[in-house]
């Protein structure tokens, strides 16, 4: 059985219910939306998550959460006298924005033990982990787990990444791309969104953005973007496959999350990079004409 461990932060969600100032709690968070969808629709695929929690109620709440939707929390770290981050989401004349609560969430600590995190990753085959990862880590928990990862590739296992650009984690730009293009150097596939990497490193193409991380070690890359057509490139073979146009988008949260563990599953079952390209898109396409990061999908055919 394969075996996946996703690497990251998953946190508390409130977001509105019908009743005005009634809220929801969830639990989502962009690597952990990805093994979500992974454990949900692939369960022939052995998925683990990599945190740290507090020892709080709201800590083993979220535990709960994550074991329900069959994903394994064995490595999960507790961290005393912390919680979990936390997010609301604010509706305004039908528009969502959220407000964040995670500077303090025990996440940030999750790459500080590197014993557990070397025992986590020596159980997996494929390592999975983000730009929001590496953003909510100090530089010393950062080099650690980039430490770990390039041991592990080097020790025959795949590393997959999101470079996630979310300038608002970090001190500044440069500490940012400088730190993406770190997490790029130990992966080997890549999967990055156009729109972020066209503002933030200049690429002047989806073309721009492959070559940037192929050249930095990547043997695959797939570039999103968004409605528009995804480039993929495996080896220097590349690929566009169109994005099946839809009319009627309710909410993007997680269409990149969910396209990432279509396109990983296709991987893992050794599909043609472009089967695997278009059965992440069709995800995708589901995911943004429902509400919220996880939406109750059905298998894929
Ligand atoms: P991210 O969520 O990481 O920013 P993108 O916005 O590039 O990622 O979207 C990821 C995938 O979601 C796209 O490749 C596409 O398959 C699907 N998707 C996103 N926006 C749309 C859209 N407007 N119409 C159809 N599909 C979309």
């Not at 305004?92 to 070397?118: H, I, K, M, V």
């Not at 797939?222 to 009627?248: C, E, F, M, S, W």
């Not at 050794?270 to 069709?282: M, N």
């Amino acid at each position: 059985m394969m075996r996946f461990l996703a690497i990251g932060e998953c946190m508390a969600e409130l977001a509105p219910s019908a009743t005005p100032g009634d809220y929801r709690l969830g639990f989502a968070g962009d690597t952990f939306n990805t093994a979500w969808y992974l454990a949900r629709l692939w369960p022939e695929v052995a998925v683990s998550y990599f945190t740290a929690i507090g020892s709080d109620a709201m800590s083993t709440q979220m535990l709960v959460a994550i074991q329900a939707s069959g994903i394994d929390t064995s490595h999960v770290q507790k961290v005393p006298g912390r919680s979990v981050g936390l997010y609301l989401i604010c509706l305004t004349n039908g528009e969502r924005s959220f407000s964040y609560w995670r500077g303090q969430s025990a996440a940030r600590l999750l790459a500080d033990d590197p014993e557990a995190l070397a025992s986590a990753v020596a159980g997996a085959d494929l390592i999975y982990f983000s730009g929001i990862t590496l953003a909510i880590l100090e530089e010393a928990g950062r080099a650690r787990l980039l430490n770990v990862l390039k041991s592990a590739r080097t020790a025959g296992k795949t590393i997959a990444f999101d470079p996630n650009l979310r300038p608002h984690l970090w001190s500044d730009p440069a500490q940012m791309t400088k730190a993406i293009m770190q997490g790029a150097a130990v992966s080997d596939i890549t999967l990055p969104s156009f729109e972020d990497e066209a503002r933030w490193f200049q690429d002047k193409d989806p073309e721009a953005t492959a070559d940037r991380y192929t050249k930095a070690g990547a043997s695959t890359v797939i570039v999103k973007n968004g409605p528009d057509p995804v480039l993929h490139d495996q080896a220097g073979a590349r690929g566009r496959i169109p994005v099946p146009p839809l009319t009627h988008i309710v909410d993007t949260t997680a269409a990149g999350d969910s396209f990432n563990a279509a396109v990983l599953a296709g991987l893992i079952f050794q599909k043609p990079l472009g089967e695997a390209v278009l059965q992440a898109c069709q995800l995708a396409g589901q995911v943004v004409q429902g509400k919220g990061a996880l939406v109750p999908v059905e298998r894929l055919p």
